[in-house]
């Protein structure tokens, strides 16, 4: 399988800049060359595909570090299939799985599995995720160097974070010598006191029970303590606070090793665009204050914050259609990030480059990839329309997932096409 | 004026004419109470449904009187005889409950939002009788009739409202009511049961109880649920009642004429004692009567009459 883009515009921060020619051969980048310099093939047919790529954007695949995939375990939620597929078709050529799954991802037989399925799913990949502590219950560490050799490249208890800092500190010692990184969903679930929203204004006239920021921020401090007592690689997952991305640019200008990701959700809406008991607006943490989102636009564009995750968690229509305080956190992302994220750059937060170091590079770094558009490295790329306009309709999502605040809203910004390991594995029609 | 609204979910969604067209329909209804014969035609034929997730006996008998009275037929599902303990989830439910073509469902919930969820859920009214933390819509009314009779209306009445805030939907629905209709009000609790942003609803924060109470011309005290002590709220019962308590000493400090007043029920020597709880200002009692009254009103206006009852 043979894939010749004419003509596109490449934003590969830090290597290519400008219009080229690319030329894709089993699964690999074979040339990127100055316009008119490929040699012509013929026309395309069953096994070569030639892509017009004038007016596109062509960007190195696009990673999303926090996904929930569901699969062992709740497959009336997502599967690895269907959440690849999204993937796909929100123009991530790879996403890395959480090990919340039932059974958790805590043993290399689970991440064994993981991975068999998303190679059947001919769809995005899967960089999965283990699991600090047996079965997320911050007791016992896992066998992470069994799970490594599985193919995990990090660890985390997302959503049960690990309490115990004496845990925390033999995990991070432990990961350094293993050279993987630590990714830390940061949550003081006795200051979070089984909340349900910010704790602020709109949940005080709802009567909803209050997340603090100091929830969040507490644990990244923290954390930061001890990445600075141990050195090792400490990422944190889904900021949403001033207070903690004020510590984690502290904690970089003082040279410890952390990095964090924001969601686009935390950028793009506050706790004030909840609508009355919304359950689609509930989410782990919490939308916050204008003061936050103001703060997180500001770590995006400073650096602070290193990149953008989804942090897609799809549920049932069921588990979202009852009572505020009862219905499970999270909201899908995987089809809605692109073009939210693109919002930043329209209204000039963001270069483009930037954005593109925050959806592929910064991951990618984190990962320990390289996923420059160069010959010999393995094709993933993502071409993206920036001038598509479409209206997020949760029906017509590829995730099984519905749960989205931003049902109904228009935005501007697509994926046209999903390239993984030389195959297309999505088209825009 | 003509009542439009098929549902009173919260205070937040009544304006102060709405409030004050309840309040008139209300007074018009207490006297139907005072009767020798306690009943009028009003409602006959039309079905109220009782759903009560969460125990209260005052307020369900309150509004079953209510019904009672217009006519109508009540009736009650309690939690341990609903299907929710079977795990069937509130919208199916109320959702069956509706299939049974009641005219008004009243409901009590401990989850915040969960009569304004039901609304949404099925077409025929939904009257909230207490929503988790949220809205506590007759129990406001119903001060504020009480407030009205006594006072003879509410502009720069000052009133105080001590306890905690924070678990307290007759405090929230009482500080956007009583400010809506311009009183003055001024809460008081320990720092543990003041909610973030509540001065925003329409109140001030008194520093302290001596503060709070100077000058008031009414007193609510909140009744303290004890098992919140293990929530790190207060650390006992006779601190509290220390800082926080009304006693007569207290009351001394407010207007002479200050009214005091409590949604019961009541935690004698602790957040009010015997002595102010039983005393010449307490109307604790007349809340108590009002509240059929008021909740006769809703359930008139929501079925669609205007001001006068007793006119067919
Ligand atoms: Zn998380």
Not at chain 1, 34 to 61: C, F, H, R, T, Y
Not at chain 1, 156 to 168: A, E, F, I, K, N
Not at chain 1, 361 to 367: E, F, N, Q, S, V
Not at chain 2, 227 to 244: C, D, I, K, M, N
């Amino acid at each position: 399988m043979q894939i010749q883009i004419k003509g596109v515009r490449v934003v590969d921060p830090g290597n290519i800049e400008g219009i080229r020619d690319i030329s894709i051969r089993d699964g690999l980048f074979e040339a990127v060359s100055e316009p008119g310099q490929m040699p012509a093939v013929a026309n395309d047919s069953d096994d070569v595909k030639v892509v017009d790529g004038q007016g596109l954007i062509a960007v190195p695949g696009l990673i999303d570090v926090h996904v929930h995939l569901r699969e062992p375990g709740q497959e009336y939620k997502e599967t690895i299939e269907t959440g690849l597929k999204a993937a796909a078709a929100g123009g991530f050529t790879a996403v890395c799985s959480m090990p919340n799954t039932r059974p958790v991802n805590d043993n290399a037989q689970i991440t064994s599995f993981i991975l068999s399925q998303a190679q059947k799913a001919n769809a995005a990949r899967v960089y999965p995720v283990g699991a600090i502590s047996r079965n997320l219950e911050g007791q016992k560490l896992n066998d992470i160097a069994d799970m490594k050799k599985a193919g995990i490249w990090a660890v985390t208890d997302d959503g049960m974070p690990v309490t115990d800092s004496q845990l925390m500190r033999r995990t991070l010692e432990y990961c350094k010598s293993l050279d993987i990184p630590v990714l830390v969903h940061a949550e003081d679930k006795r200051l979070a006191d089984g909340g349900s929203m910010n704790e602020g204004l709109p949940a005080t006239v709802m009567g909803i029970k209050g997340i603090p920021n100091a929830a969040e921020s507490v644990m990244v401090m923290r954390d930061i303590a001890l990445a600075e007592l141990t050195g090792a690689r400490v990422h944190f997952c889904h900021m949403s606070t001033a207070q903690s991305i004020e510590a984690i640019r502290a904690a970089k200008a003082k040279g410890v090793r952390v990095t964090c990701e924001t969601a686009p959700h935390y950028f793009s809406l506050t706790d004030a665009d909840v609508p009355p008991y919304d359950t689609h607006f509930k989410m782990n943490p919490p939308l916050r204050s204008e003061k936050d989102r103001q703060a997180i636009i500001e770590g995006l564009c400073d650096g602070t914050i290193d990149m953008i995750a989804t942090d897609h968690a799809p549920h049932a229509e069921d588990e979202k259609q009852v009572e505020f305080d009862r219905a499970a956190f999270g909201i899908v992302g995987l089809e809605t990030a692109l073009a939210l994220s693109l919002d930043l750059v329209v209204r000039g937060h963001l270069t483009l480059v930037q954005l593109v170091e925050k959806m592929a590079k910064a991951p990618a770094d984190l990962l320990g990839i390289n996923n420059n558009i160069m010959p010999g490295n393995p094709a993933d790329l993502t071409l993206i329309d920036l001038d598509a306009g479409w209206t997020v309709n949760p029906d017509a999502f590829v995730s099984k997932g519905r749960n989205t605040p931003f049902a109904g809203r228009r935005l501007k910004g697509a994926a046209a096409l999903t390239i993984v390991g030389g195959r297309i594995v999505y088209t825009r029609d | 004026m003509r009542f439009e609204k098929k549902d009173i979910l919260d205070i937040e969604s009544l304006s102060r004419e709405e409030i004050t067209y309840i309040l008139d329909t209300a007074r018009g209804m207490k006297e139907i109470s005072q009767r020798a014969v306690k009943k009028v035609p009003t409602l006959r034929g039309k079905t109220i449904v009782l759903f009560f997730q969460e125990p209260s006996t005052r307020t369900k008998m309150s509004f079953e009187l209510a019904g009672k009275r217009l006519s109508a037929d009540t009736v009650a599902i309690s939690k341990s005889s609903s299907s929710i303990v079977k795990g069937e989830t509130l919208r199916d439910t109320v959702r069956t409950l509706e299939s049974m073509k009641p005219d008004i469902i009243v409901m009590r919930h401990s989850s915040s939002g969960a009569a304004c969820q039901v609304a949404k859920w099925v077409k025929c009214s939904v009257i909230n009788a207490g929503d988790g933390t949220h809205a506590h819509p007759s129990q406001a009314l119903l001060d504020m009739m009480t407030i009205q009779e006594e006072k003879g209306g509410f502009e720069d009445l000052n009133v105080s409202i001590v306890g905690d805030i924070s678990h307290s939907r007759v405090a929230r629905s009482n500080i956007i009511g009583l400010s809506r209709m311009g009183a003055k009000v001024t809460i008081c609790a320990p720092g543990t049961m003041i909610p973030v942003g509540i001065e925003q609803m329409g109140c001030t924060v008194a520093r302290d109880m001596d503060t709070c109470v100077a000058d008031a011309d009414v007193v609510m005290m909140l009744r303290i649920q004890k098992e919140r002590q293990g929530s790190l709220l207060f650390p006992s019962e006779r601190e509290y009642a220390t800082l926080y308590g009304l006693n007569p000493a207290r009351l001394a400090m407010a207007a002479k004429d200050a009214l005091v007043m409590h949604p019961g029920p009541l935690n004698r020597g602790v957040e009010i004692s015997t002595r102010v709880a039983d005393g010449e200002q307490s109307l604790i009692l007349d809340q108590v009567t009002n509240g059929v009254a008021l909740r006769m009103a809703l359930f008139y206006l929501v079925a669609g009459g205007s001001k006068n009852a007793d006119s067919n």
